[in-house]
């Protein structure tokens, strides 16, 4: 998925970058460049969630844990593991119930008449998938949550 994100994000790089090449030439740019740049953006975001999650790439604040010991961090992570799937999940459900209420409004953007719901559908799967790997990570694998992944 995140792979997927990589190249659209590059395809709208490459995309602006003709696009003021164009403009710099005393031609037109690419008609509706930006509303690409924010339907891509939206759509690639939501699609880097669940590499995200599956390398613990989020911030950590252990100052006042690391002390501890580590079977007691483990189930601090453990935790924390449960509370982002239950974040996840909360998100996906949300953003599901955004996409159906724009989708029934018809909702498209100004130029290139894109429907806006397009740009909701990644993050629902991002956010989904990313669910379910912290739920994998908190139950599948639990010698992973006490992994010093990500420090």
Same mark, same amino acid.
């Given at each position: ?10 395809? /709208? ?17 690419? %008609? =509706?460049?930006?509303?690409? /740049?924010?339907?891509? +953006?939206?759509f690639?975001?939501g699609l880097?969630?669940?590499? +995200? ?29 449960? +509370? ?7 998100? +996906? ?12 409004? =018809?909702? %498209? ?43």
């Amino acid at each position: 998925m995140a792979a997927l994100g990589g190249i659209v994000i590059f395809s /709208v790089a490459v995309a602006v970058m003709i696009s003021v090449i164009m403009r710099n030439f005393g031609l037109r740019g690419l %008609r =509706g460049d930006f509303e690409l /740049v924010e339907m891509s +953006c939206a759509f690639a975001a939501g699609l880097f969630l669940p590499l +995200c999650q599956l390398t613990r790439g989020h911030v950590m604040v252990d100052l006042f844990t690391n002390w501890l010991p580590q079977g007691i961090r483990a189930g601090i992570d453990w935790i924390w593991l449960l +509370c982002f799937a239950l974040a996840w999940a909360a998100l +996906c459900y949300l953003t599901l119930q955004g996409l159906l209420q724009v989708r029934s409004y =018809g909702d %498209r953007t100004m130029l290139l008449a894109i429907p806006v719901w397009w740009s909701y559908a990644p993050a629902v799967l991002g956010f989904g998938a990313a669910s379910l790997i912290a739920l994998s990570q908190a139950f599948l694998l639990p010698a992973a949550a006490g992994d010093q992944a990500g420090r």
